[in-house]
């Protein structure tokens, strides 16, 4: 068996990252992203870990509920903060997003895809609306918004486009037929970004959380059957805190991510393995 040594340039460029990974690899210093539903629940734990990092934030949301503390906990971060009220489903939206961010911070270097919303109901009962109106917002918003920003980002040759899908990215589910297809169809558009826009330096990937204590999973959190369930097929033992999917959105906007294109990262306790 032949041993092959590493070369003295190879350990000096290995020693060079390992510096620059301990200065810098994570930090968002001069970087601006943008963060959709970024007021409230897991987007503004989004929206805090960016600013963490050194990032300036633009939300993007349809009620202003929140915007006092948000702009508090960002700013307190020595971070600049801008809100947008809006429809992200309105026809011409996105572009009025990504013109508004460039007239308040000049450049967009991270684009957070976090607006959604759920609608619960059988199969047998769901109704035409409640498929269009979920669909709209968490996924064709999504797609909207990821082609405005990445014209931008592709200009200046560099990016990152987070979207967020779920555990139903991977499963079918029950009750949540419109959130299910929205989800899987997040994932393709993940993969179908990412497969074009690496060439220009741009890197599209998602993250899928678990079971995350939110407003939105109150209700099956308060099933008692439903709750211990899930709590016995997550190998961490619990539902996660927002806080737990922040590294997640760190990583995935920082320079650690520049080899990952394309990928849906799931946070879920090992929820999947089971």
């Known amino acids: 068996m032949v ?15 390992l510096d620059q990974f301990k200065m810098n690899f994570f930090d968002l210093t001069g ?18 870990a960016l600013a963490e990092a050194g990032a300036d934030i633009f939300i993007a949301a349809h009620s202003k509920r929140e915007w006092d503390s948000t702009r508090q ?4 971060r020595a971070r600049r903060v801008e809100f947008m009220a809006c429809d992200l489903t309105e026809e011409g939206i996105a572009d009025q997003v990504i013109s508004k961010t460039l007239e308040s911070f000049g450049h967009i270097d991270i684009l957070v895809n976090n607006a959604g919303m759920i609608r619960r109901n ?13 669909i709209n ?12 920003a990445a014209k931008i ?12 899908g779920s555990m139903l990215s991977f499963q079918g589910g029950k009750f949540i037929p419109s959130y299910t297809a929205a989800k899987h169809g997040v994932a393709g558009l993940t993969k179908s970004f990412a497969s074009e826009l690496g060439a220009y330096n741009i890197q599209v990937n998602a993250i899928a959380p678990g079971y995350i204590k939110t407003a939105n999973t109150a209700p099956i959190r308060a099933d008692k059957k439903r709750n211990q369930e899930i709590l016995d097929r997550i190998p961490a033992g619990h539902w996660a805190e927002p806080s737990e ?20 990262l799931a946070v879920d306790g090992g929820y999947l393995v089971r």
Do not use: P
């Open 153 to 164: 980002m592709a200009k200046q040759r560099s990016g990152k486009i987070i979207n967020i």
């Open 122 to 134: 059988s199969i047998l009962e769901s109704k035409d609306k409640d498929w269009d109106d979920v």
């Open 137 to 148: 917002i968490n996924l064709n918003a999504v797609y909207h918004l990821s082609m405005a």
């Open 73 to 76: 906990m960002i700013e307190k």
């Open 31 to 48: 970087k601006v992203a943008i963060v959709t539903g970024g007021n409230t629940g897991l987007g503004q734990g989004y929206a805090i």
């Open 245 to 264: 999917l922040m590294g997640a959105a760190v990583f995935l906007a920082s320079k650690a991510s520049d080899y990952v294109n394309g990928h849906i």
């Open 3 to 17: 041993i092959l040594e590493q070369s003295k340039d190879e350990i000096m460029k290995n020693e060079k990252a």
